[in-house]
């Protein structure tokens, strides 16, 4: 897939890829596509981030982070400050 592609070609590539769900973060930056069957939850969702909390047929349950990071560590701040208020509440893998 091309780069930097505009978000309204989500469902473009939602159906080609045969997913039954997809979203993406507030820039457009990180894109998510899941299979049937899993049931997503967004937990947070910033610039730099997206997490998720995944519920599987099986009943076990997974948080998953997305991450594009700026690229100097003074615009990483914000990341890490996401990264550490999603730790504190988090009690499974």
Partial sequence: MEPF?????????????GMAY???NINGKIWL???EDIQVEVV???EQQLTI???FPSGH???STLVYAKCTAAERLPLWE??????QNMNFP
């Fill in 33 to 35: 596509f899941v299979k």
């Fill in 61 to 63: 349950q997974m948080v």
């Fill in 53 to 55: 909390e995944m519920l």
């Fill in 22 to 24: 997809a979203n993406y």
């Fill in 44 to 46: 947070s969702d910033s």
């Fill in 82 to 87: 996401d990264m550490y208020a999603i730790g």
């Fill in 5 to 17: 592609q505009e978000i309204r070609q989500i469902p473009h590539f939602k159906k080609r890829l």
